[in-house]
């Protein structure tokens, strides 16, 4: 990821902290974590794949 994006991240992280209830961020926390440890790379779209209209 680019520095820029990491950032910008990083400052939304801080405003969900400094604005959202203990118990809500901790679920978005989870919940990202889940989807970062679940995730399965190969099948994302990759450039010159062709995909079905949805």
Do not use: C, G, I, Y
Not at 11 to 40: G, I, K, M, Y
């Amino acid at each position: 990821m680019s520095e820029s994006l990491n950032r910008l991240l990083a400052e939304l992280h801080a405003e969900r902290e400094r604005t959202w209830d203990p118990a809500a961020l901790q679920v978005n926390v989870d919940q990202r974590r889940r989807l970062v440890e679940e995730a399965r790379p190969e099948r994302f779209v990759k450039a010159d794949d062709r995909v079905e209209p949805f």
